[in-house]
């Protein structure tokens, strides 16, 4: 653990906030980019036809 000043937070938060997300896996939401997605690219390209017989619940899906 990593004890500072509070006075000398201004200067080293920005580089302590970014190791704890490196070691816990978190993300911060302000560095991710947000980006359009262009729908309907495919379209007239490519047919998808499902088997009568094809079953999947939603868990299977999410967790494919």
Do not use: H
């Not at 007239?44 to 619940?57: M, N």
């Amino acid at each position: 653990m990593t004890t500072i000043q509070l006075l000398e937070t201004n200067t080293y938060l920005p580089s302590i906030l970014k190791n704890v997300e490196m070691e816990n896996g978190l993300v911060n939401k302000n560095n991710i980019k947000k980006t359009k997605r262009q729908l309907g690219t495919l379209e007239g390209k490519v047919t998808v036809k499902f088997a009568d017989d094809f079953k999947i619940t939603d868990e299977e899906l999410i967790n494919s």
